[in-house]
């Protein structure tokens, strides 16, 4: 079993919150939203905190940076990508590339990043810092998120 | 990231997971996820590839026109996470008087240098720069060869981020010693530990470590867990 598949079973055995009435939002056309990026990787600018062991804040993200440290505190997966291209876990060069095309109406101007490794019941980011967090992206307009793991 | 999605739904803002374990993402029911089959730390698949990463995005996105949720569809490309090989020249041994892992840490330092001025930014600094990663290994060799952990003033004072610091500096280093394409995943991984000096010192201190009877949280993440002398 390589390193991809045993931490796959492993993620696969935690118990994983379950929602009764989950929202589900239609958006407006792609080509009129404004899009963020909302990653797991715990990236942080190099003076903004790094984050904790067991972190459940988030950090906002400049549009228009680039110089972002990988924060996650697992070894568990593969770390070299990111020093590669950033756009690997980060795709913010691509979505300028959809906003110059039309194809997205906008880059949101501020980016979150959470770690991925958060205490088992997730209380603080259901309750606490993801909604600080979204009402932080519907600020600025944002229309539509993705997410993206490490 | 399945949680935040229903958490980030819920405040208005639709969302689209890229997915990374199917049966967590089952379980969880995220309103949109693309299950992507990469491996993991590569969510967008290939680094250095725009075109596979608009290829993921347009999936991606292509699922907000659903009319009801949760939605999950399946990227219809599979990337195995065996790596090939890297080509990664180490520099000759230049102090024979020093142990093999800190002259090796010390003969990459340039090769980490470049990588960090073309790339503006360094994961090293967690506790300790990059001047500091020969001491630090040095540290572990000694707990390697027997040294008691608690008494060997490893800098930092943490064995996770002292050791994320070293691997981030190799691996940061290989970017400008490898030739040939992108590294594949984990390829850097196999490297480190595999062929490098400082990896197979990393492991024995973890070794050593667990063997003092110190608690997991010592040394468990100082390297990943499937992996051995």
């Known amino acids: 079993m390589n390193g991809d598949q045993a931490m796959r079973a492993h993620s696969s055995s935690l118990p994983g919150p379950t929602f009764d009435s989950p929202a589900f939002v239609t958006p407006a056309t792609l080509a009129s939203s404004t899009v963020a990026i909302v990653t797991s990787a715990a990236l942080h600018t190099p003076e903004a905190n790094a984050f904790d062991g067991g972190d459940t804040s988030y950090r906002l993200i400049d549009r228009s940076r680039r110089d972002l440290i990988l924060g996650h505190w697992s070894?568990?997966?593969d770390r070299s990508?990111?020093?590669m291209d950033l756009n690997v876990v980060y795709p913010i060069d691509r979505l300028e590339?959809?906003?110059a095309r039309g194809v997205i109406g906008a880059v949101a101007p501020r980016h979150v990043s959470f770690a991925g490794n958060q205490p088992d019941d997730l209380s603080t980011v259901r309750f606490d810092s993801g909604p600080?967090?979204?009402?932080a992206l519907r600020a600025d307009g944002v229309d539509v998120v993705l997410l993206t793991p490490v | 990231m399945s949680v935040l999605a229903h958490v980030f739904e819920a405040a208005g803002i639709a969302t689209v997971v890229l997915s990374s374990v199917r049966a967590m993402t089952v379980k969880t029911a995220p309103p949109r996820a693309l299950h992507c089959e990469f491996p993991l730390g590569r969510p967008l698949g290939r680094p250095g590839d725009p075109e596979f990463q608009h290829d993921v995005l347009a999936h991606a996105f292509a699922l907000l026109d659903a009319p009801s949720g949760p939605v999950l569809v399946d990227h219809p490309v599979v990337i195995e996470s065996e790596a090939e090989q890297v080509s990664c020249t180490l520099p000759p041994r230049f102090d024979p008087g020093l142990p093999p892992a800190v002259d090796e840490a010390r003969g990459i330092r340039r090769a980490y240098d470049r990588v960090a001025e073309r790339r503006g930014v360094s994961s090293v600094g967690r506790v300790i720069e990059a001047a500091e990663v020969p001491a630090a290994v040095?540290?572990?060799?000694?707990i390697a060869e027997g040294a008691d952990w608690r008494t060997a003033e490893l800098p930092g004072g943490n064995t996770t981020a002292l050791c994320h610091d070293i691997r981030s500096y190799y691996e940061e280093a290989a970017l400008d010693?490898?030739?040939g394409p992108l590294p594949g995943p984990r390829a850097l991984e196999d490297w480190y530990f595999e062929h490098t000096e400082t990896g197979r010192v990393v492991l024995a201190a973890r070794d050593a470590i667990r063997e003092s009877g110190a608690k997991s949280a010592?040394?468990?993440y100082m390297a990943p867990a499937t992996r051995s002398l």
Not at chain 1, 132 to 135: C, E, R, T
Not at chain 2, 138 to 142: E, Q, T
């Open chain 1, 75 to 77: 070894p568990n997966f």
């Open chain 1, 97 to 99: 590339e959809l906003a």
């Open chain 2, 218 to 220: 010592v040394w468990f």
């Open chain 1, 132 to 135: 600080a967090a979204a009402a």
């Open chain 2, 177 to 179: 010693l490898v030739t």
């Open chain 1, 81 to 83: 990508a990111f020093a």
């Open chain 2, 138 to 142: 040095a540290s572990l060799v000694a």
